[in-house]
């Protein structure tokens, strides 16, 4: 006897539900496994992580807080992977971008209330700057940008590195005595920082352009012929060329709103959080967008709920952290997990599965 | 400068470059039968936690390396089963491996910060080993001779046997492999198992030799260096020798520079700054020779829509 794969047509709303939810349940059950072996209680570990994503109103308010970086680093990477452009870099851009946005909000000689826009738009374009390498190397000369992105997340974080043990560190001063501080910059200038929702740090004006980048790119993915050029390449970059379609102009503009919009979420985290540039300030919201992008794919609300998801992981998992004692890493292990167990069920949203003898 | 400093640099060298080239090695034939796999960096991490916790609970490098073996071919029957038997899609599922290794290892390996591990000694080869210069090749461990030995009859099997032969159709042209026989599913298994098993071992030589300690996330992109030299070797392992070994010279030029006050991030760049180039030039190579990947590489074999 053989299974037999028999490929569907249609996929119906239901049996995609059905099918990622049991996916995701599998993969709760593996990391259970996994937090049994290292000692923990599988139930109380998924309880605190629950509850402290969405238990309480700071949950809450903190998961809204991490979803804003999520959500403009997966929209842009919904947007390239549409055409099959592996942009594995919106890490590294997101830190360009915050080195952008404090280079400006520190030391811009611009009038206070131009400021904030400065830091945006330097962090957009730094951003797609830093996309912009890989892309024309794709674009002109077939360089594999899987390994390009991914490569320049670690040169960007190479040079956050540099900057803040070197050149950006910030002097201490005390009377008439300075000395160097920890490795961050100075404090931004409160003109150059964001406003929050009182009581919370959720800063609403980059949530304002997470959203409208949300609408704004699937309104050019299916409204737009350079959506349907986008489309054709993804699908089939033969016929691309035959139509005539410019596919290295394509890739170098998706690629570059890719960027700039991770940019943008690294402009987010500076000016809204951090209000300084540090080390470790991006717990990897480059890559867990990956997934929120793949899953979402060309689904403005998949792409919402899902982002909605894993930052709700990004903040129950800190509370583990914290009370079972376990590393940052934590996340990075559910994620691959989820995604595998994804993966591994896709099959069954586009075959139906018979036994054959 | 005199010539204890030039030995050094080659030391520096082959300890640095013997890891990828154990994970180019392996990448090498995953992707000759079809398979690419980029989770080559978490099964490198997952190698070198677990050589570092079963060499430090039991006290046996044997036991440590075929642990890290073991848990390298662990992982990449994951990706196997889900790209080969699932049609999942192979660079989702690649980077998905990768996110959960790092994520594992990091949980691992908490406890292990900081201590010292075990190591593998040096095996003076006499004579050879007195030799100006070149000495330094012949008083290494016993991975860095492996790794050698390794990439000699990887090669012979690839190019000069019928199961290398078998290997390549599969990467080439599937389809017709499986009409002449050939088990598609079986050997793009085997020779994914074999990537992971040395990406593993590629891990266990950074927890073991390059330096006995487990640090979070020691592997710092060097199994995205070995996926890249695939490219940089033409699938070939004894031109992935060649590649490992200049990485290997890169990491050790960035080490003495140091001396010169650069910047230790500013040199840390050069690894990647130099991957990329090299990346740019094989790529106008290949396409000058006309010689390039497997033509099947990343693509599902599905027998009934062949």
């Not at chain 1, 910059?185 to 004006?205: E, F, K, M, N």
């Not at chain 1, 609408?215 to 350079?226: A, C, D, H, P, Q």
């Not at chain 2, 039991?58 to 080969?84: D, P, Y």
Request: aromatic fraction near 12%; charge should be positive; glycine fraction near 12%.
């Amino acid at each position: 006897m053989r299974i037999a794969f028999v490929k569907k047509e249609k996929v119906s709303f239901k049996r995609m539900i059905a099918v990622r939810a049991a996916a995701i349940l599998l993969a709760l059950i593996s990391v259970g496994i996994i937090f049994w072996f290292y000692g923990a209680d599988p139930i109380e570990v998924y309880k605190e992580i629950f509850l402290g994503a969405f238990g309480t109103k700071i949950g809450i308010s903190e998961t809204i807080v991490k979803l804003i970086p999520l959500l403009l680093c997966g929209v842009g990477l919904a947007l390239v992977f549409r055409g099959q452009i592996w942009n594995i870099g919106a890490e590294g851009q997101l830190v360009l971008g915050a080195i952008a946005a404090t280079g400006v909000g520190l030391w811009a000689p611009i009038p206070s209330y131009l400021v904030i826009p400065a830091m945006f738009l330097s962090g957009f374009l730094a951003g797609a700057a830093w996309a912009f390498i890989p892309a024309v190397l794709r674009a002109k000369m077939n360089v594999n940008e899987i390994i390009t992105t991914l490569l320049m997340n670690y040169i960007a974080i190479r040079l956050l590195y540099y900057l803040v043990y070197g050149p950006w560190r910030a002097r201490e001063e005390w009377g008439n005595m300075t000395w160097s501080g920890f490795a961050q910059t100075a404090i931004l200038p409160d003109y150059a920082t964001l406003q929050t929702i009182p009581g919370t740090r959720i800063h609403y004006i980059t949530l304002a352009i997470a959203i409208a980048s949300l609408i704004l790119v699937y309104l050019l993915m299916n409204r737009t012929s350079f959506g349907y050029e986008l489309k054709v390449v993804g699908d089939n970059p033969m016929a691309a060329r035959f139509a005539g379609i410019n596919i290295s102009r394509v890739i170098l503009i998706s690629m570059m709103i890719s960027g700039g919009l991770a940019g943008i979420a690294g402009v987010g985290e500076i000016a809204g959080i951090q209000h300084r540039l540090r080390p470790g300030f991006s717990v990897g919201y480059g890559y867990t967008a990956i997934i929120i992008a793949w899953l979402g794919g060309l689904n403005p609300i998949a792409v919402l709920i899902s982002t909605l998801f894993f930052s709700g992981i990004l903040v129950g998992g800190s509370y583990i952290q914290i009370s079972f004692r376990m590393p940052v890493g934590v996340i990075n292990m559910f994620n691959g997990i989820i995604l595998l167990f994804l993966l591994a069920t896709e099959v069954f949203l586009n075959y139906s599965i018979r036994m054959r003898r | 400068m005199d010539i204890s400093f030039y030995e050094s640099v080659i030391s520096t060298m082959l300890v640095a470059g013997t890891p990828l080239l154990y994970s180019t090695l392996g990448e090498i034939y995953a992707e000759r039968s079809g398979v690419l796999n980029l989770g080559v960096e978490g099964m490198m991490i997952m190698g070198a936690v677990t050589a570092f916790i079963v060499g430090k609970t039991t006290g046996s490098l044997i036991f440590a390396v075929s642990a890290a073996v073991l848990v390298g071919i662990a992982l990449s029957l994951i990706h196997a089963f889900v790209s080969i038997t699932m049609r999942g899609n192979q660079i989702v599922s690649g980077l998905a491996l990768t996110m959960f290794g790092l994520g594992l290892s990091s949980v691992m390996g908490i406890k292990y910060i900081g201590a010292p591990g075990i190591s593998f000694s040096a095996i003076k080869i006499p004579l050879l080993s007195q030799i100006p210069l070149l000495g330094p090749i012949f008083r290494r461990d016993a991975l860095f001779y492996l790794s050698l030995v390794l990439a000699v009859v990887m090669w012979y099997i690839l190019f000069r046997t019928k199961i290398g032969v078998r290997i390549r159709a599969c990467g080439e042209n599937p389809a017709a492999a499986d009409a002449l026989g050939v088990n598609v599913s079986l050997i793009r298994y085997a020779c994914t198992a074999i990537g992971g098993g040395l990406a593993g071992l590629g891990g266990a030589y950074l927890s073991t030799v390059t330096a006995p300690f487990w640090v979070d996330g020691m592997t710092a992109g060097r199994g995205w260096i070995a996926v890249a030299l695939v490219i940089f070797s033409f699938w070939s392992p004894l031109r992935a020798i060649v590649g490992a070994y200049l990485f290997g010279g890169i990491e050790a030029v960035q080490f003495n520079l140091q001396a010169y006050g650069i910047p230790t991030d500013v040199l840390g760049m050069m690894p990647y700054i130099a991957t990329i180039v090299v990346m740019i030039f094989s790529v106008s190579e290949t396409v000058r020779k006309r010689f390039g990947a497997p033509a099947a590489l990343g693509i599902p074999f599905v027998r009934e829509e062949r």
